[in-house]
């Protein structure tokens, strides 16, 4: 089936069944027939057809040239500027007659003349009054009913009105139409349409009326200028109308130009069709028969269907026929014609990137013979941005961008959202904005904006991790922040006075009062205490260098921003009256203003590209054109999506009640015209691209290759060299395709990046990378600044643990100090803090002067005042009030003390009967410090690094508990460590071998090293679980048994060291179980003894893996390899940094290894055995 015949089809399918067709074509005769009788035209009229490139418009302007009677060329308002520019060249540029004028300044221009107008509103006007109207009938719509209070509603209604002034339906007639006795169309339509057109009939005639009070509507302008016309004498009987640049018009400009015709006024019309009326050209056709109504020997043709003065290249102008007529020339082929895809638009916006490269540098072309088209520009913008970047070619890209999407207006969004709720949410996000400055003594008073240094600790990191960890984050910032213990809180408080206080003030002086005076102090805000001219003034400056130098591009955008923006704060002052806004209104209709209100910016060089779409492309002299976007369904967009409020099935219905819109039939027209144009406008080289796969290409392509035999080629399989047309797309292509490149192309590519002045380092920074591709991923290598990120600081064991199981995340997580924020909601993190501090001070309490006399008995009334008292302590040391919590968290933080009550009672009944005294709680290793004549220095030991100089290591940290079994004479005794842990830890010594769980070892070993002189030894380093337990959940067991499930769920877990007081308390851990519904008795003692002879031999390994790693890590050995046990990588499931660090489960070191399991069974005595009473 030929495109003729598709098209004809899909008219056909979308629209009328057979009766509605015919019913419509009745209608189109009789409206047609009442419109000869009523009027006689008077005017002649010259229309001038051709196809694309036929030199239609260089006719029209040779006639404008030789007139001498009054002319006016109307083109597209768009296009004013450059028409008049060639009017100036093709004419003699003393010829001052000539007005050139769109639709708007000629309609304006006869209502100055011949009737006096209020001001015109703005787009901004217009979005207050329809802002207004629709707050005021929000409560009555029965079609929108809830909608109305949504975002983006004022933007519909306001598009619904302008659909229905361009169609030239006022309020008075929509309404009178749908509910006046003689047509009552309302009760013809579904109930559906009938309540939502009565909803748009409400909203636009408040609105109309509302508008009309203080404002005039250019919209108007058309219909009045008209009535006008009509009624006076408001143009000379020989003035000629030349019309170019127009394939449609709306009702309103087929309304104005019939009244031009009523008076006589002649006109010469370019359009594009051809003598034989070819499908493609249906939206011209119906144009061109508007102006033939009347009498035809009043009309004269120009038809230069034969002509092609455009096209250099003549398979182009084939084509053209071809498009038109479905029929190809037989000597044509595909020279001058390319079609490529890409599997991303990336990989599109490069290859006509590059091919722009090749026409300018090869072929001698500029960048202004070349055009870039799309069918929609917004979808391909980035991606063409970025590639002309990386490809160094100048584009303009000529579409208009709303401001709402500035980051100025972002800024009032943020501004006045805060004021509104000052939240920690809300305030983060307007500090984030960039605006944002503090007074500063230093300056008399003047704010300054927030250093680098300034931004990054407090924007980015103290606010966010001290909101997150007082969870303010949901709460209002107007009162000051909690617990503030050092500097940087303090200047968190500080920032917080600085910026909140303000916002606070302002939301009070405007509550209740009304929008006019809301914009002017909104605005004297601004001014006041934003200081908003400053803080423009930074956004100017280039802050790479420490003079003062702003930068020429951002001064010219944001002098034109504030211009637009100080005009819609000026308009809103003069349409709003004393009706009260809240701050959440006035904020929704600064963003609904700037939302339809756009900036374009100027080309920043003469010589560049053009990006845009068919319609606001010119087609003079454009050598080159890349047709960008020619899928399937895109290309033409056979189903139009658009912004209508109208339906295609309403517009339908609404058809056949009087009220005629532009239909879906004309929108397809209409963008098969606009391909038709887009394939048309290149007069030497034409290029056609798309993305996907090679079976989603536009049907233009499939007709083209098999026609013109033209190829299409797959982007993504072209030579590297092809795509390498600048030194940034020569470092793409190396990096992704440098397997493909041959050793010659390698080293002329290295070349070019070698010599490149710019960046010399280029072609180093991309073998970097290559390496990394090429399979050394998780090598890392930080030499250079290794002395830097590590400093001669004291290391935790949390960290020597974090630097032996993976170093590169020890270099990320201590080296630059990133991490994840803490925040303060019940997670293990912090149940584990406050279970430690409840045991420190329980137990401080409990065994102050258990040396002398022993580890007491406890009551449990006495263990649970002391919990109770531990928990009220903590609370106002380190949380919020009550209140201030969230329920969630006070309900979780109350229930630990039950938790803690199991955990302290079956501990107490343990130690009353172990010769262990609980000694030392959270013992801070410090060096040269020391506990009542213990010492508890930190591990240290000395290393050397890779240039030969040595550092001394510490390693610190706090012991949770140290109990020791005194010796009889009290002069020494045996050590023992305990760590508490929310979760199960087990103790393997192959994790040891390799660096890991090393904390409690290292504690023991070195209080034991320390204090040896004295007459200690080392006994036992334990976990003692001190997690949930599920005693609090069982009703009526035993006391026995309740201890024997405790004794199982918290099961010590650690080493004890052969012959110590340890190891002779094993019975302790006896107790009864239930084994097939009866109780048994069993041990629960689960440490693993190390042999007394092979202490040392651990002692050994431990330094022994400690330095060799830590020396690594220091010479600036970072590389991604962590342990791995049982194929899991250990380091690596929570880890921040998994997604960047390149590792490889190859190179990882299984804990699990012969090595290490041969050390374990070298140095273990035995497992623990089970005790007397054990079954």
């Not at 056909?12 to 027939?33: D, E, H, N, P, Q």
């Not at 809301?518 to 956004?539: E, M, N, P, Y």
């Not at 012959?1059 to 302790?1068: D, N, V």
Request: with cysteine; proline share 3%.
């Amino acid at each position: 089936m030929c495109r003729n015949c598709r098209i004809k089809s899909f008219l056909y399918w979308k629209w009328y069944s057979k009766y509605v067709i015919i019913l419509t074509i009745a209608k189109s005769v009789s409206r047609f027939t009442e419109y000869i009788l009523r009027r006689e035209i008077k005017s002649m009229t010259h229309i001038i057809t051709g196809p694309a490139g036929s030199g239609k418009t260089a006719a029209l302007y040779e006639l404008l040239k030789n007139d001498s009677k009054s002319r006016i060329l109307l083109v597209p308002d768009q296009f004013v500027f450059e028409s008049e520019r060639r009017v100036a060249k093709e004419t003699d540029e003393k010829t001052s007659d000539i007005k050139v004028m769109g639709f708007m300044s000629l309609s304006e221009s006869i209502l100055k003349k011949h009737c006096p107008q209020k001001t015109y509103a703005d787009t901004t006007a217009k979005t207050a009054i329809m802002s207004g109207a629709v707050r005021g009938l929000c409560g009555d719509l029965k079609f929108y009913g809830n909608a109305a209070r949504k975002n983006g509603f004022v933007e519909m209604c306001l598009s619904a009105v302008n659909e229905l002034k361009a169609a030239g339906i006022s309020a008075d007639e929509l309404t009178k139409t749908l509910y006046s006795p003689e047509k009552n169309t309302a009760e013809r339509l579904p109930v559906h349409l009938a309540e939502k057109m009565g909803d748009i009939a409400a909203v636009y005639s408040v609105y109309d009326k509302k508008l009309t009070e203080k404002y005039a509507d250019r919209q108007d302008n058309l219909t009045l200028a008209a009535q006008v016309i009509r009624n006076g004498d408001s143009f000379d009987e020989n003035t000629t109308i030349y019309i170019d640049g127009f394939d449609s018009f709306s009702g309103a400009q087929q309304n104005f130009l019939r009244a031009l015709a009523d008076k006589g006024v002649n006109f010469v019309v370019a359009l594009c069709t051809d003598e034989n009326k070819a499908e493609v050209f249906a939206t011209c056709d119906r144009t061109e028969r508007l102006f033939e109504r009347g009498n035809r020997e009043d009309i004269k043709y120009t038809r230069l269907c034969g002509k092609a003065p455009r096209y250099k290249n003549g398979n182009l102008k084939a084509l053209r026929d071809f498009l038109q007529t479905g029929v190809k020339d037989s000597k044509a082929d595909s020279d001058g014609i390319t079609m490529a895809y890409s599997s991303s638009v990336s990989g599109e916006a490069d290859f006509v990137c590059a091919n722009i490269r090749k026409l300018v540098r090869c072929e001698g072309y500029r960048y202004s013979d070349i055009a870039v088209i799309c069918a929609s520009p917004a979808k391909y913008k980035d991606a063409v941005n970025s590639a002309a970047a990386r490809y160094d070619v100048p584009v303009f890209a000529d579409l208009p961008v709303p401001i709402s999407e500035k980051p100025m207006l972002r800024f009032f969004e943020a501004l006045l959202k805060a004021a509104d709720n000052p939240t920690g949410t809300n305030i983060l996000r307007y500090i984030r904005s960039g605006f944002v400055r503090l007074p500063s003594e230093k300056n008399n008073g003047k704010t300054v904006p927030m250093t680098l240094k300034e931004r990054h600790l407090v924007e980015q990191h103290l606010m966010e991790e001290y909101a997150e960890c007082w969870d303010l984050k949901r709460k209002k910032w107007d009162k000051p922040m909690p617990h503030i213990t050092n500097a940087s809180e303090q200047r968190v408080e500080e920032i917080r006075i600085a910026t909140v206080t303000p916002l606070v003030e302002f939301a009070k002086s405007v509550c209740g009062i009304g929008g006019r005076e809301l914009v002017k102090k909104f605005t004297s805000f601004l001014f006041d205490k934003v200081d908003i001219s400053a803080a423009i003034q930074g956004k100017c400056q280039d802050n790479s260098t420490r003079q003062l130098r702003y930068v020429k591009e951002l001064t010219e955008e944001y002098n034109q921003l504030w211009r637009t923006v100080s005009e819609m704060l000026t308009s809103l002052y003069e349409t709003l009256d004393d009706t009260p806004l809240t701050l959440a209104e006035f904020s929704a209709l600064i963003h609904s203003c700037a939302s339809r209100i756009s900036i374009s910016r100027t080309p920043n060089v003469l010589d560049s590209v053009l990006f845009g779409d068919p319609a606001r492309t010119r087609s003079r002299e454009v050598k080159a054109v890349f047709v960008m976007g020619a899928a399937d369904g895109a290309f033409p967009d056979i189903y139009p999506e658009g912004n209508s409020v109208f339906t295609s099935d309403d517009v339908q219905r609404l058809a056949e009640n009087d009220i005629e819109l532009e239909n879906d039939e004309a929108r397809y027209s209409s963008a098969v015209l606009d391909a038709y144009k887009a394939m048309t406008l290149a007069g030497e080289k034409l290029f056609i691209t798309f993305t996907g796969e090679k079976e989603n290409a536009s049907e233009y392509i499939a007709d083209i290759a098999k026609h013109f035999g033209a190829e299409l080629i797959n982007a993504d399989n072209l030579d590297a060299l092809y795509m390498t047309e600048s030194v940034k797309s020569a470092e793409k292509q190396y990096v992704i395709n440098s397997a493909q490149l041959t050793d010659g192309q390698k080293k002329a590519v290295e070349a070019v990046l070698s010599e490149n002045e710019k960046e010399p380092s280029s072609i180093d920074r991309i073998k970097a990378v290559m390496s990394n591709n090429s399979g050394n991923s998780d090598i890392h290598r930080i030499s250079d600044i290794a002395p830097i990120v590590f400093p001669q600081t004291a290391l935790s064991p949390t960290a020597i643990e974090k630097l032996n199981g993976c170093k590169f995340a020890y270099f990320l997580r201590y080296g630059m100090n990133l991490s994840s924020s803490a925040g303060i909601a019940m997670n293990a993190s912090n149940y584990g803090n406050i279970m430690h501090y409840i045991m420190k001070y329980c137990f401080e309490k409990l065994y102050d002067g258990a040396r002398e006399n022993g580890n007491p008995h406890v009551s449990d009334g006495r263990i649970k005042d002391l919990i109770e008292q531990a928990l009220a302590e903590y609370r106002e040391k380190y949380l919020l009030t009550e209140e201030n919590m969230s329920a969630r968290f006070n309900t979780l933080y109350n229930a630990l003390s039950v938790t803690a009550f199991y955990l302290i009672k079956y501990m107490a009944q343990e130690l009353e009967k172990s010769r262990f005294v609980p000694s030392y709680f959270e013992l801070k290793l410090e060096s040269g410090k020391s506990e009542n004549g213990f010492d508890i220095s930190p591990y240290s030991f000395d290393i050397e690094l890779a240039d030969k100089s040595r550092q001394t290591i510490t390693v610190g940290g706090t012991v949770d508990r140290v109990d020791i079994a005194y010796n009889d004479d009290k002069s020494g005794g045996q050590i023992r460590v305990i760590d508490y842990k929310t979760g199960n830890k087990d103790a393997k010594l192959s994790r040891i071998y390799y660096g890991l769980d090393l904390q409690l070892l290292l504690y023991l070993f070195t209080l034991a090293k320390n204090n040896g002189a004295n007459g200690f030894t080392p006994s036992a380093a334990l976990y003692h679980p001190s997690g949930k337990t599920s005693l609090k959940d069982i009703k009526a067991p035993s006391d026995e048994l309740k201890r024997g499930i405790w004794l199982d769920e918290h099961k010590e877990k650690g080493f004890a060291v052969e012959g110590t007081q340890q190891e002779a308390e094993r019975l302790l851990y006896s107790g009864v179980k239930f084994d097939r519904d009866k109780e048994v008795s069993t041990n629960f003692y689960s440490a693993v003894t190390i042999a007394g002879d092979k202490l040392k031999k651990l002692e050994s390994r431990i330094e022994k893996v400690v330095k060799e790693n830590t020396e690594q890590v220091k010479s600036g050995i970072v590389d991604a390899r962590p342990l791995v046990d049982d194929g899991k990588a250990l380091s690596c499931e929570y880890c921040d940094f998994k997604d960047i660090c390149g590792m490889k489960q190859s190179s990882c070191v299984d804990v699990g290894s012969a090595e290490a399991v041969g050390f374990g069974e070298d140095i273990v005595v035995a497992k623990a055995k089970k005790g007397k009473g054990d079954k």
